[in-house]
């Protein structure tokens, strides 16, 4: 089992930055891949950037240019870091553990998501 608590998220005016973070409940480099997501009202949740426990990072199509992933193994917290945000960035955002053990194999595992706002 893996718990995620994202922090961060909030009001921003078009423009601005915010950078999210995402705690998980034991350490990160046993965890096989952490990510960023984002689901906006009607749509279907996207990916924005993944990390797996070697360091490799993967972007989505949202998430190139703008938004950068990284974490930290001493805090075991990976963190979003999002400029010149637009108001089409206002979503949802939800932190998400790719992670694999002897009894069950493979599993998503989801935080409870922190609201991003990008208005003027």
């Known amino acids: 089992q893996v718990q995620l608590v994202e922090s961060g998220g909030g009001f921003v005016q078009p423009g601005g930055s915010l950078r999210l973070s995402c705690a998980a409940s034991?350490?990160?480099?046993?965890?096989?891949?952490l990510g960023w997501y984002r689901q906006a009202p009607g749509k279907q949740r996207e990916l924005i950037a993944t990390?797996?426990?070697?360091?490799?990072?993967n972007y989505g199509d949202s998430g190139k240019g703008r938004f950068t992933i990284s974490r930290d193994t001493t805090k075991n917290t990976v963190s979003l870091q999002m400029n010149s945000l637009k108001p089409e960035d206002t979503a949802v955002y939800y932190c998400?553990?790719?992670?694999?053990?002897?009894?069950?194999?493979?599993?998503?595992?989801w935080g409870q998501g922190t609201q991003v706002t990008v208005s003027s």
């Open positions: 998400n553990a790719y992670f694999y053990s002897n009894n069950n194999g493979y599993q998503d595992f």
């Open positions: 034991r350490n990160i480099i046993n965890i096989y891949r």
């Open positions: 990390i797996t426990s070697a360091g490799f990072t």
